[in-house]
């Protein structure tokens, strides 16, 4: 256990001195920043238009209805970080964990590191709680940002504030498997492209390729966090894709999920709610198996 | 364990396929010795100290590496043991100091520091313990990968062609730094090698592999005076390499 510490330790303080991984961390968090003021600037229009609309009806001596926005919940805001995580926090996670993977090969510091009584377990250990502590600490700048941003915006009660981290916790789960996907990749491909290749073609499948086929072809399925406005499932062709996929579009489970914390998605079904949630720590629990089976498969002298 | 032999190896072997990259090998080696493993490329030394390391699982026999199985107590062997790959390389973004101590906590030594600067010190590189390795020159890499095998105190030291890329003065003063480091704290070296004027001026013992089987293992001194008629050992080797010496 010692060692595994020493080995997180050691893996943060690296993470944090890459190049590739503070660039994107940098664009993720001002997308995060971002972020509120594009939902506030889009509720804020659409308020607006509400407004002047009830306005020229008063004139026309008619009554305005209640606006229908009123009780829009106030972490509606941030439903466009929902998206980030999946394009760039998947991105980001896959650059942390290929980093981490590849770290020791790079350095050619394999062999010297297994010649120390360092056993595998312990390094896979180490790794994971080295990877788990930075994405970690990446979801909780965000919250503290989005929170920061939100509160500047709108009034936020104690709930949001509680949903809000519940939010950036759920996705520290959905990026964990990217993270730890990246991760097995780079200890078991010897090529370091095919390595970063093979995580990437796992997150555009996940993120684009299984929601477009999950939402039955629904085209802004994989960008949009809400339904499709029809019923596009009367097909029974595509009622027959959508029930094959869906139980494997990974995203769309962690978008719904996601949307349920922030209080957005409040008439998704209970029964649909669990699936989701099982169905995105699965994901993560599956990388983690794959992870161990990589570093036990890890050839110790090849670098 | 035989308090005698730091090495003990039994019949070890490690096969690819059809091919033995080690076969059957048998040998020992005395505790504070200098041992030099000669061979020529692809004979197997390599993998004989990947095995010996604990970092290769062999595909039958054992061996004893400070009284311990390198099978059955991997995790003990690893902590008597220093090792020095070819081509010494550490993680170029941190410091020296940094490196040794990831390499020393992960040897078991909580705090660091003081042996650290003794070791450098030792090896007269404590100037360059805040220098990142990526700017070290191949030279004082070496020096600092000698100092994370070393900052443990372990009984045998293991030289992968430790003079591989090294001038003449690296060569002479690494060699200067083995001599001191056997003489002084009586630690046993094991080292593969090429350079032949280099086993002469340290070795007491040697060992010559060849196809993955040990064609010869004496001390230095009985070799030479074995092969009077060699005038040097670049001969004796090439004498026992190209098999006119039957064991």
New interface residues.
Partial sequence: MK?SV??AR?EIQ?LF?ERTFILLLAVFAAMTLASAYIGWSSQHTIDQVYIAAAEQMRQSGKVAPPSPFADYPHLALLKNMMIYITLIGGLLAISTGYAAGM?ERK???V?????????KEEFLLGKLLGIAFVLAAVMFLDAAISLVSSAALVSLNVQDIIRLFSFYGFSWVYLLGFALLGFSSALVKDDEVVALLIPIIFWVAITFVLPELASALYPTGSLNPTLPQTDILQSPTLQTIHGAVYPFSISEHYKETAATILNINADAPVHSGILNIVTTFCWMLLCLAGSSIAVRSFD??RW | MNPQFIIDVRSLSKKYGDHFAVDSLNLKVAEGEIFGFLGHNGAGKTTTV?ML????QPTSGSALVAGFDILREG?EV??R???L?E?V??????SAFENLE??A????ISKPGERILQVLDFLDAAGYRDKKMGTLSKGMRQRIGIA?AILHEPKVL?LDEPTSGLDPFGVKQLRGTLLRLNKESGMTIFMNTHLLSEVTKMCSTIGVLSHGKLIHADSLANTMRRFNDESSLEQVYLTIEEGRYEK
């Fill in positions: 060692n020493t080995i050691h690296s001195r770290r350095a050619g510091v062999k010297l590191l297994f010649s120390r009584p360092v056993g110790k002298t | 990947n390391t604990t970092l290769l995790v690893r902590k043991i220093g090792y790959p081509n390389q550490l993680y170029d973004s941190m990831y390499f906590k992960l040897s078991g994370q293991f």
